[in-house]
Every structure is written in structure tokens, then in C-alpha cells.
């Protein structure tokens, strides 16, 4: 286990230097810079500005100097907003980032497996048929149209609930389901179908034959095991979670990191497009690595060692 950790931490950190180096880079070749809509700037003062920043040196001593201070944990100072460090735009944003985007896991694993158990025990019934329908149309629906629809009928008809604003339990209810719904459609075909086939292996066969009760078969034979899949594909709903929540941050008016993410990559502003780029894969690594913790949690059989080489 130790050494798993080990090399996770290890490969973590190049994949952090690989994501940090590439944005970097790309920032840098993209047309137009943070400072190209100020036309109101004179020359000289436009040249002080871009020695402030470094910008005036050349590109390898420019990614020089943001390696040392990554390496400090300094993002460095903002372009756009009056010299207010990266740093500190991340610690006000990301717990509200990180709230939303957790509160919308959670709600979708649950509700994709219990209608996934439903739909198991009861195939091809109406609410197997329905359920299909249901997912499907859920998943093919963008965010910003499902967000859109949840704001007319909760907040614009009928008033239960607020269209935006943070800060209150009330003003997570929309934009947590707007953001689960998708992940919970793609959940509960998942755990049909793993159920499903999970009931008709031959251990669990053999459990009813030695007279197991159905309740014991079903949790820790079948619900287990039809699980291990399912955490697969926690990391990836966890990146769609991420990106997903710039369109959704942005409807509600949530401040959370994707909301300066989209103004950050409109007004070219670097150091708070990396600091956010650098966070969300920081974040998408932690998550791949507690889903490979919770497979030897689920599946006591699977061994979490670094893997060899194939000779």
C-alpha cells in the first residue's frame, strides 16, 4: 500500500508538470494578450506593465520563473484583478466549487443506484421502460438547457426556490441538480445492467443453492460486486462535474472557480487560467486515487501495488 501511494505521489506531481507546462505554453501561442483590449494604454506605461509581469523577458525564462514560484505554491499575481493574487482567488472559490461538485456526486451515485436496483429487480417492467427513457433524454440534454428549465418551473412558476445567489442550503438545491441529473441518468443504466449480470454468475448460484437469505445475497453478493464497475467511473463524472460546472456557475451566478475560470480565459488573464487549470487536475488525480482505494475496499481480491513492467 505504501509504495502504491508512493508512486501515485510520484506520477501525481509529473502529471502536474506536464498540465502546468502545456497551459503555459498554450497561453502563450493563443493571439491576443491580457493587456491587448487596454488601447487607452500608452506605450511606455504598457512597457512597464509587462516588465511587472515578466512578460518582456523571453518565453523559456518566463516559464522559468512560474516553475520557481509553482514550486513555492505561488500562482502568482492576477492580470485583471488589480494585482489580487491567484492564490487567494482559489481559497475563496474552491470550497464552493468543491461543495457543489461533491453535494452533486453524492446525489447522483444515490440516485442512480437506487433506481439502478429498481430497474434490476423489475426488468422490462414499466419502470424499467420508463427509467430508459427517462436516462436517455437525460443524458442527450445539455446543462444550461436543463439548468434553464429547472429555473422556470422552481423559481419563475412557481417560486420555491431561488434562480441564483450563494450562500444559503436553498441556493444549492437548483444548480446540484442540474449538474447530478446527467451523472445519475449514466449511474442507474450502469447498475441495472452490472446487476443484471452479476445475477447470473455462478457464485451467486451457488449462494442460494446453500440457502442464503435473499437479503444477504442481494447486498453482498450482487449489490458488492456490481458496484466495482461503478467506481470506475467516479474519476471521469468527477472531470465532468469540474467542467461542468463553469456552464452551470456561470447560470446561477455561484462564485466558485468556474466563473473566474470563463472571465479568466476571455480576458487572456494567464496566471489565473493555469492556477485554476493546475487545481482542477490536482482534484481529478485526489479522485482517481480514492477510486482505487475504494476498489480494494469493495473487492478485498484486488491488490493495490505498483504495476510491473511486461517483459
Not at 493574487?85 to 440516485?111: C, D, H, R, W
Not at 434490476?120 to 434553464?148: K, M, Y
Amino acid at each position: 500500500m505504501l509504495k502504491f501511494l508512493c508512486f501515485r505521489i510520484l506520477t501525481g506531481a509529473v502529471v502536474i508538470l506536464v498540465v502546468a507546462s502545456i497551459t503555459f505554453f498554450l497561453l502563450r501561442v493563443l493571439p491576443g494578450g491580457p493587456f491587448d483590449a487596454e488601447k487607452s494604454i500608452p506605450p511606455h506605461i504598457l512597457e512597464n506593465i509587462e516588465k511587472k509581469y515578466h512578460m518582456d523577458k523571453p518565453l523559456h525564462k518566463q516559464y522559468l520563473i512560474y516553475m520557481g514560484s509553482l514550486a513555492r505554491g505561488d500562482f502568482g499575481p492576477s492580470y485583471k484583478y488589480n494585482d489580487r493574487p491567484v492564490t487567494n482567488i482559489i481559497k475563496e472559490t474552491l470550497p464552493v466549487s468543491m461543495g457543489l461538485g461533491l453535494v452533486s456526486l453524492v446525489l447522483a451515485f444515490f440516485m442512480g443506484t437506487v433506481v439502478g436496483m429498481i430497474s434490476s429487480l423489475f426488468p422490462r417492467s414499466i419502470h424499467d421502460i420508463a427509467s430508459v427513457l427517462i436516462s436517455t433524454s437525460l443524458v442527450s440534454v445539455p446543462s444550461f438547457v436543463v439548468g434553464a428549465a429547472l429555473i422556470y418551473f422552481f423559481s419563475v412558476k412557481w417560486g420555491v426556490l431561488p434562480a441564483a445567489l450563494w450562500g444559503e442550503p436553498k441556493h444549492i438545491v437548483l444548480p446540484a441538480l442540474t449538474l447530478s441529473l446527467a451523472p445519475f441518468a449514466y449511474i442507474s443504466r450502469l447498475v441495472r445492467s452490472n446487476m443484471l449480470d452479476v445475477s447470473g454468475q455462478f457464485f451467486v448460484r451457488t449462494a442460494r443453492a446453500k440457502g442464503l437469505g435473499r437479503t444477504k445475497i442481494f447486498t453482498k453478493h450482487i449489490l458488492r460486486n456490481a458496484l466495482v464497475p461503478v467506481v470506475t467511473v467516479l474519476g471521469p463524472l468527477t472531470a465532468y462535474l469540474v467542467t461542468g460546472s463553469f456552464v452551470v456557475e456561470h447560470i446561477f451566478a455561484i462564485p466558485g472557480m468556474g466563473r473566474f475560470f470563463v472571465f479568466a480565459v476571455a480576458n487572456r488573464d494567464y496566471s489565473v487560467v493555469l492556477g485554476i487549470t493546475i487545481v482542477y487536475a490536482l482534484l481529478l488525480i485526489i479522485a482517481n486515487l480514492i477510486v482505487d482505494l475504494l476498489y480494494a475496499i469493495l473487492d478485498p481480491r484486488i491488490e493495490l501495488r505498483k504495476q510491473e513492467p511486461i517483459a
